[in-house]
Each structure stands twice: as C-alpha cells, then as structure tokens.
T-cell receptor, first 109, second 114 residues
C-alpha cells in the first residue's frame, strides 16, 4: 500500500532550528509537497520538490531524496507563530495526492 | 478577496438527515476537491473535479455525492448522514487537475452527526 510517515509531534525552542522528516512509499513519484496548518485553519502551501536537493525559501527549506523516499522540512530562527501542524504529501504515478497525518510542532519560549 | 468560500462553517446534524456543504471559488481554477480531515489521519480525498462538467471518486467516496455545473461551484452532499461522517471537510482548488500544483483550501466546514 501507499504510505507517508512523519512524526506525530515535535517540540522546539523559539529561535532554534527544527527538522521535520517525512518518508514515503508510493507507487511512483511525481512530486512532494509541504503544507502548514494552524489549529482550526486551512492548510497553506509551503514548498514543492520534484528533483533531489534542497529548496530554500526564507526561513524554510525543503529537501528531497527520491532514491531514499525521504524529505525533510527545515525551519530556522523559529518563531512562536510557527507553532502549527506540518503536512507532507506525495503525488504518485497516477497523480493522486497521498497525505501524511501531519507533524504537530510546538514552539516553547 | 479572491479565494475559496465554504458554508456552513459549522453544523450539527441528526443522523439520517440530508446535508449539502457549499464551496465557491473565484480564482477560475479548473480543478476542485473535497477532503475530510480526521484526528490522526491524513487528509482523505472524497471526490474531485478536474474541470466543469466532470467529477471523479477519491479514496473515500461512499455516502457522498458532488456536482460541478460550472467552474466556480462544487457542492458536496451527504444523502443520509451517519455518525462516522463527523469530520472537518475542506474544499480545495488548483489551476489545473492532476494533483501537480499547489492546492488552495477553504477554511473548512466542521460537521457533527449525532
């Protein structure tokens, strides 16, 4: 079956760096997305990776290794507003989007 | 402000009742989607539409129906609600179908079926 694995919850300190991992087993691969979702709100797009390597966008970076079925989202200079769930999603060979359950990130002062 | 509007925001419904969740977008996106989100599970696709006049079944379509009469509207109907349909429902759109682009989500509709 198709599966996306990410940690359920992580805790980090304001101003620090945190890495949220995502591993996937899907039938084919056509891209990986990261979305941010604050409690009670809609998911919002953060990043998209289709080739191996690191994509940097301000304080957020996303890395992909297709051979390892692995991605991570790196958040630098953490702010309290970064407290949210981070959703990993993969587009498979049929262009179906498979979602992970999300990682709840708690930022402490 | 451009985006996706869902209604109602929240609803409590008796089992067996019929319910329609409304979704309207003003971005002229071709593709629209309905997801449900439950604690501990990833977003699950209920139904989708790649363009006006066409619809398709997602991962969990049973008990739900959709229509796409025009580009802007994509209502989701529960013909006879059951407690297992208690969830948060998100409507989303993307410029093109095929799940290759960024999704834009509505604010969600929280549905409780008693």
């Amino acid at each position: 079956g198709q599966n996306i694995d990410q940690p359920t919850e992580m805790t980090a300190t304001e101003g620090a760096i945190v890495q949220i991992n995502c591993t996937y087993q899907t039938s084919g691969f056509n891209g990986l997305f990261w979305y941010q979702q604050h409690a009670g709100e809609a998911p919002t797009f953060l990043s998209y990776n289709v080739l191996d390597g690191l994509e940097e966008k301000g304080r957020f970076s996303s890395f992909l290794s297709r051979s390892k079925g692995y991605s991570y989202l790196l958040l630098k200079e953490l702010q309290m507003k970064d407290s949210a769930s981070y959703l990993c999603a993969v587009t498979d060979s049929n262009y179906q989007l498979i979602w992970g359950a999300g990682t709840k990130l708690i930022i402490k002062p | 402000i451009a985006g996706i509007t869902q209604a109602p925001t929240s609803q409590i419904l008796a089992a067996g009742r019929r319910m329609t969740l409304r979704c309207t977008q003003d971005m002229r996106h071709n593709a629209m989607y309905w997801y449900r989100q439950d604690l501990g599970l990833g977003l699950r696709l209920i139904h989708y539409s790649n363009t006006a006049g066409t619809t398709g079944k997602g991962e969990v379509p049973d008990g739900y129906s959709v229509s796409r009469a025009n580009t802007d509207d994509f209502p989701l109907t529960l013909a006879s609600a059951v407690p297992s349909q208690t969830s948060v429902y998100f409507c989303a759109s993307s410029p093109t179908g095929g799940d290759t682009g960024e999704l834009f989500f509505g604010e969600g509709s929280r549905l409780t079926v008693l």
